[in-house]
DNA sequence: AAGAATATTTAGGCTAACCTAAATTTATTA
DNA sequence: TAATAAATTTAGGTTAGCCTAAATATTCTT
């Protein structure tokens, strides 16, 4: 097995490796609050097992195996975000630390009961896809909600950013998972949209509409 | 905060201490699968933040911090074991070592919150009292079966053997918590019991009649 | 109460994961 | 393309928790 921090470096690759193709020392770095020398260090360790590709001075892959272990923890972090959020009545800018900690808990049977126990969900909280048993899920297709034009309609899918003040900031102006919106007015000068949901207009920044995903 | 490791110690501490009042390097090394030297090392660390008394060679116990810290790790541990038996549909056998990771999660909103959710449990699926959100509980007063007379009536409500191997002989027995027993034969030579539970007798021996606990 | 047995502590070392500072490589730009 | 800037790695050091072997304290036995 890995530890904690092995799992940690894998998932953060992933995370890294889905944006740019690849993932470099300083932005892994940046990602676990830590410094490009304890990433060499341990770039090292995880291509030693196997877990990366990695030639110096180059950035990192995950390989097949390495892949594999980041998607599961993946997986049970989001599986607890779900049962958080449903089950216990947290609200969904309140899970992602407890989850961190979740998320390392080994027992495959725990993780594959739980799922059992929520009906398989398949996205959590915040609009990700939850891989299955075996690690598959839909790489899912959003796109943010300045992609639409005047008139568009969508539906409020996921986010983007998953800070805590922009999941509450959406909570407030009921932008929440599963809505869905129509595209009123674009300003030209600044970007910001206004949308109708429900029976409200919404006036949102191009910050706002950057990072709040929709599907058709 | 303290480390996992930390935690550990106080909790074998917590144990050890409740039987001998006090415990010694040599038990805890035991109970924790490490060396006395190990121990030494920490029970210096442990007493340095003054979560222990602690004289050299004199064994330990826990001060009034450390106590309250063990406290809620059992806490932790009682109410992880109750879901995943209650909620998830584990065997009694089976939640052990799930519990003892989950037991390290440090937030109390958690485990409150998961306390709600399974009802404010007061045993755990072994009978063990679980320590309310303020640390408080009863330490429950259960007498082993061999404690019985002839014709003695009592209901199973805990073990003194937590060990896989003897709950899953007492599953296979149907000897399990809330179970009404009497005591229908004493065999005077080896002291092994016989009882009557619902319509069927069982016969256990003076072992297990010692580690089964009963309330009457 | 002295010697033997047992328990505990100290000394010195190891590994994982982190750090800073210095060296080196790669990328950028004049 | 040479020089500067930025990114990365190496060198050397720290802490937590573990270890073995040796030293010391306590307990038991006679």
């Known amino acids: 097995m890995n530890t904690f921090t092995e799992e940690n470096y894998l998932k953060a690759i992933y995370h ?14 940046t990602s676990l609050n830590t410094k490009a020398a304890s ?7 995880l291509a030693e097992k196997a877990l990366i590709n990695y030639t ?5 892959t995950l390989t097949a195996t390495g892949e594999k272990i980041a998607i599961s923890i993946i997986r049970k972090h989001r599986l607890w975000e779900y049962f958080l959020v449903e089950k216990l009545n947290f609200k969904w800018d309140q899970v ?8 390392h808990i080994a027992s495959k049977e725990l993780i594959d009961r739980l799922d059992t126990f929520m009906g398989h969900p398949k996205y959590d909280p915040h609009g990700d896809p939850i891989p299955d048993s ?8 959003l796109k943010p909600v300045s992609t639409l034009v005047v008139n ?8 983007r950013d998953h800070s805590t003040s922009f999941l509450q900031y959406l909570e407030r102006m009921q932008l929440t998972i599963g809505k869905k919106i129509k595209v ?3 300003n030209d000068y600044d970007h910001s949209v206004i949308l109708q949901v429900e029976d409200k207009k919404i006036h949102i920044s191009r910050e706002v509409a950057n990072n709040l995903l929709i599907a058709l």
Chains 1, 2 share one sequence.
């Open 39 to 45: 990433v060499t260090d341990m770039l090292k360790k």
């Open 56 to 60: 110096k001075y180059q950035g990192v």
């Open 96 to 103: 992602h630390d407890v989850a961190e900690e979740l998320e």
């Open 16 to 29: 890294l490796s889905l944006q740019a193709g690849s993932a470099s020392t300083n932005q892994i770095a």
């Open 152 to 159: 568009g309609k969508a539906i409020i899918s996921g986010v």
């Open 134 to 141: 075996n690690g598959l899920f839909k790489t899912h297709e």
């Open 184 to 186: 009123t007015e674009i």
